[in-house]
């Protein structure tokens, strides 16, 4: 009689257990939300993307300034004068109102390179604030992986909770039936009402963190997760620590914008050094005055060329000089530093990869073994051989290999695409999301020219900021 009031206490066990061996299976329901419609909702939905493509768009019209200056520079004037005479000597009061119109024109013709030198530093800038985006992207895209992996996992440790919750209550209802015959004490009842509390708490908490999931995962990709499917883990994109340290030194934006930096601040030394040099301008003016009433009036006409170079300002043109020098030192140093650091980031995510892998191996091996056990045990207090707590401790061991085994899998996946970013390839070009392509050299494209609003090219801008939502 005994055993038979076991082993149907026990049923609900069996049946608990076998649905929490059932939950890191990965079937997936059709209209699953995959990690790539995560990256694409994302990227769509970010506004620091926008925000630096403006920026971006932004250093492209530097170059168009310093294109400015290469070219002359044309403007007109014109002014009216009243005048009134009130002579006491001559006894006579006179008017007058006088009419000027001109027009004035100058060009550079030297400057020691300086403004040469100002539309090279907007390039590089512009090359340097490309890969800023790129670099932005990467983090976005980083930022997706994170929200989405972190929902995952929350929404695991929530059926495993919920599971372990309904296997808590079959073995307190099973401890009480064993109770009322006698095959237990009162002890073992409030061992299984005392684990089930701490499981209600535990549940309650991973709740929680999955709440807060969602709503980081909402803020990144712009919507409320649903379905999400397991994603596969990607290949690795390099062989050996060696090759991936390589590839991110050539392709890494963050390594890429310091190196235009770089040049940006070789030419800036250039430009003090040019401003020490003589300036030679050509200058011409055409103009009309008339004094209305009058026959008096004159026209005027101008051309010639003017030279300047400086003497003595006081050191300060040196002392931009050594600025300039300085500013360049700095950015080496920069340069330095980013690659000690992208350097020491895929080490430290070529770390966490073959960590987590290793983990999510003896996790399998783990989860295994305590299955084993789990059932052991349970046959073994079916006979008397084991107590309540027994299977509770057995069940719990379970519970954290299945838990062991989910995170290291989900830090598996996530140390695979921190490896993308740190070599510089988590883009959706890389990816090969589908998103709409961005060309960065568009717009540049349509500015270094540096049209005016009324020439072709310049209407052709109009239309595109007005498509931008810009005017």
């Given amino acids: ?3 038979g009031i076991v082993k149907k206490a026990l049923r609900g066990v069996v049946a608990a257990s076998a649905l929490m061996a059932g939950l890191t299976a990965g079937a997936q329901t059709a209209g699953a939300e995959t990690l790539a419609d995560a990256l694409v909702g994302a990227y769509k939905n970010s506004g620091l993307i926008e925000k630096n493509r403006a920026v971006l768009r932004a250093a492209d019209e530097d170059v168009a300034v310093a294109m400015s200056a290469l070219r002359p520079i044309i403007g007109w004037s014109s002014s009216v004068a ?36 100002g539309l090279d530093i907007a390039k590089e800038t512009v090359l340097a604030t490309r890969e800023t985006l790129v670099s932005v992207e990467q983090q976005v895209l980083m930022s997706a992986v994170d929200a989405y992996l972190n929902v995952r996992r929350a929404t695991e440790f929530v059926r495993l909770r919920k599971n372990n919750l309904r296997v808590i209550s079959e073995e307190l209802r099973a401890a009480r039936d064993r109770f009322e015959v006698g095959e237990v004490t009162r002890t073992d009842v409030a061992i299984a009402e005392a684990r089930l509390a701490a499981t209600r708490a535990q549940l309650a908490a991973a709740e929680g963190d999955l709440a807060r999931g969602v709503e980081s995962y909402r803020a990144v990709v712009g919507r409320a997760p649903s379905n999400l499917s397991a994603p596969k883990a990607i290949r690795s994109p390099a062989k050996t620590l060696d090759s991936a340290k390589a590839q991110a030194m050539r392709a890494h934006p963050d390594l890429k914008r310091v190196q235009h930096q770089v040049s940006a601040a070789e030419a800036g030394i250039l430009v003090a050094q040019a401003a020490k040099k003589p300036k030679l301008k050509l ?13 008096n ?31 360049r030192d700095a950015v080496r140093a920069d340069l330095h530093v980013a690659q000690l650091q992208i350097a020491q980031t895929v080490g430290t995510a070529w770390a966490q990869l073959g960590v987590a892998r290793a983990t999510s191996a003896a996790s399998t091996e783990q989860v295994s073994a305590a299955e084993v056990a789990f059932r052991g045990v349970r046959e073994e207090a079916t006979l008397g051989a084991r107590t309540t707590l027994d299977v509770l401790d057995a069940e719990q061991e379970l519970l954290d290999a299945r838990t062991s085994l989910l995170s290291a899998q989900i830090d598996e996946l996530r140390a695979g695409y921190f490896l993308l970013s740190t070599m510089g390839l988590l883009t959706a070009e ?38 931008l939502g810009k005017e």
Avoid: C, F, H, W
């Fill in 1 to 3: 009689m005994r055993l």
């Fill in 430 to 467: 890389k990816l090969n999301l589908n998103v709409p392509s961005y060309d960065p050299a568009a717009y540049y494209n349509l500015v270094k020219s540096a049209p005016t609003n009324t020439s072709q090219q310049g209407q052709k801008l109009d239309r595109v900021l007005k498509s």
């Fill in 82 to 117: 009243y005048g009134y005479v009130d002579s006491a000597t001559l006894g006579t009061v006179s008017e007058s109102v006088s009419t000027t119109v001109g027009l004035a024109a100058e060009l550079m013709l030297y400057d020691g390179g300086a403004n040469r030198l």
């Fill in 283 to 295: 200058t011409s003016s055409i103009s009309v005055a008339d004094v209305v009433d009058s026959r």
């Fill in 297 to 327: 009036g004159s026209d005027s006409a101008s051309l010639g060329v003017t030279a300047s170079a400086p003497i003595y300002q006081g050191g300060r043109l040196s002392a931009l000089e050594r600025k300039a020098r300085s500013q």
